[in-house]
């Protein structure tokens, strides 16, 4: 897990203590082409995700899930972008991590994502 300070501020204070080689396997990290907004980004993503869950969380439940969490935007310091969801029914974590070339500006911290 990602664990922060919280500081109050929109961005988070990034850890230097996550490594994502445990947390990500290899067929979750995928390249965004083209350049998506942010909400077609986090689509793909959650997408992704899809099949590992597949008959315990739906899709629109999982969409749904990382729009409410989204409005806390999740930015780290450093540009990385962490939209996630917790479910209680899911007992493992699942990951994906989507590169993008163009990446987009964050509107609350003006970071390049």
């Known amino acids: 897990m990602i664990s ?11 850890s230097d203590g996550v490594s994502l080689s445990a947390i990500i ?5 995928i390249f965004l082409d083209g350049a998506p907004t942010r909400e077609e980004a ?32 999740q930015v ?8 996630h969801a917790k479910f209680p029914e899911l007992d493992g974590f699942f990951a994906v ?4 070339q163009e990446g987009f500006t964050d509107p609350a911290t003006g970071l390049p994502i």
């Open 76 to 83: 780290l310091e450093s540009g990385f972008y962490i939209p």
């Open 25 to 29: 396997r290899p067929e979750n990290i």
């Open 42 to 73: 986090v689509r793909r993503l959650a997408e992704r995700i899809l099949p590992q869950v597949d008959g315990i969380i739906g899709r629109k439940a999982l969409l749904d899930r990382i729009s409410e969490v989204e409005k806390l935007n």
């Open 4 to 14: 922060y300070k919280d500081t109050g501020s929109p961005m988070i204070q990034q």
């Open 97 to 100: 991590l989507g590169i993008m």
